[in-house]
């Protein structure tokens, strides 16, 4: 739910954010993580997302960064 107060700014903000690339309509999904917004200093609105337990689902594969050494010679 998205208070009635920010509810145009915040479907401006998200048609931009589609436009732009960042979301992208899906009707159907696995994965969800709650979003809101949140007021700007500015007036706008920002918009969140709480990714922790999409994070937590994730197989990680760290590739440890080469020494400095082993780059330049």
């Not at 732009?20 to 700007?40: C, D, H, M, Y």
């Not at 609105?45 to 990680?60: H, K, P, Q, T, Y």
Request: charged share 25%; with cysteine.
């Amino acid at each position: 739910m998205v208070p009635k107060a920010i509810e145009d700014i915040a479907k401006n903000e998200i048609a931009d954010l589609v436009i732009i690339g960042i979301l992208v309509k899906n009707v159907q999904t696995e994965w969800a993580s709650p979003s809101f917004f949140r007021q700007k200093k500015d007036g706008g609105v920002r918009f969140i997302s709480d990714l922790r337990r999409l994070n937590a689902c994730l197989e990680r594969h760290p590739y440890p960064l080469p020494l400095i050494d082993e780059v330049i010679w």
